[in-house]
């Protein structure tokens, strides 16, 4: 579970539920503000306009709060960026019985009304961290036009690692005899105490424990089984022509790094390793993330 250092928009950025033809979604949106570039640090600088807009798609268990980290940098380098909760996660609508709205396809087809409502016509980049990655490569299958660029954030090209594949399944059939809050309960006595905290507040701990039972149990059970048999389509987007970036952090136990590297030398995509990182470099080194984000659209 990617933990988030606060649940609170940065200042500037704005949460509401994007309207689009597929449905609202729950959005924090951060508008690209170069004039003060200056102060960017790490992340670059910015021209005198708004670069671009980039929309950002949460994993597994996330939220468009995962990305909280990243707003600011982004804005002073020119970017706008907008990070959505997906259907049935965290504060988006979706069933929570039926598995059907969330094949892949359908989620797919939710990202490409959401860039369509973002972007207003124009390409945006897409970013997908771990099974938004799978998304987004859905998403740019079926309809590459809609995007300038897409990056991959520890996301392999099939499924997850056997064991969290093996987590994965025992999260399903907890599910079939469990509520979302008893299983949360059952998550904190397992976890160690390190794994369960963001920063020792209890602020901290029940925006983890809201955003819990935000999510659709329906979703959390299809999209798992997506991340347990997704199939290799690094050849299919390999003939798309977009500019590719896989990023990761140095470690990883859902998807191996070396997997990622060679996903990425297949795709004949930018690469990076972000040092000190792990499943979520954007949480876990969030400037060093946006810097090398910056530096691939700029060269988009």
């Known amino acids: 579970m990617s ?6 928009p940065p200042p500037g950025a704005r949460a509401y539920p994007l309207r689009t ?16 570039s200056g102060s960017a640090g790490s992340a670059g600088s910015a021209g005198s306009a708004e670069k671009g807009t980039v929309l950002l798609l949460p994993g597994y268990t996330g939220s468009k709060e995962d990305f909280i980290a990243l707003h600011e940098p982004l804005a002073a380098a020119g970017y706008r960026s907008v990070a959505v909760d997906g259907r049935g996660q965290y504060e988006s609508a979706g069933p929570a019985d039926d598995e059907a709205p969330y094949a892949q396809e359908e989620l797919a087809l939710d990202v490409l009304a959401q860039t369509a409502a973002i972007g207003a ?20 299958l079926r309809d590459p036009s809609a ?3 897409l990056t991959l954030v520890a996301c392999g090209p099939g ?40 920063d020792g507040s209890a602020q901290a701990a029940a925006g983890l424990r809201r955003r819990w039972l935000g999510n659709s149990p329906a979703q959390l059970v299809a999209t798992g089984r997506q991340l347990c ?17 896989v990023l990761s952090g140095e470690r990883d136990d859902t998807w191996p790094v070396p997997d990622l590297d060679r996903m990425a030398d297949r795709l004949a995509a930018h690469r990076t390793v ?27």
């Open 159 to 198: 499924p997850i690692s056997a064991s969290q594949q093996h987590r994965v399944k025992l999260l399903r059939d907890v599910l079939a005899v469990q509520t979302m809050a008893e299983v949360w309960d059952t998550m904190q006595r397992l976890e160690p105490p390190e794994e369960t905290d963001v």
């Open 274 to 300: 972000v040092r000190g990182a792990e499943h979520s470099p954007n949480t876990d080194r969030p400037e060093e993330t946006a810097a090398a984000l910056v530096a691939f659209w700029d060269a988009c």
């Open 21 to 36: 033809q597929r449905g609202d979604f729950a959005v924090i949106d951060a508008p690209a503000h170069p004039a003060r």
């Open 229 to 245: 048999g997704e199939p290799d389509r690094t050849g299919e987007l390999a003939a798309v022509a977009l500019p590719k970036h």
């Open 3 to 8: 933990r988030p250092p606060t649940f609170v």
């Open 147 to 149: 995007f300038r660029s």
């Open 121 to 140: 016509g124009a390409p945006v980049h897409l970013l997908g961290h771990s099974l938004g990655g799978l998304v987004a490569r859905a998403a740019v």
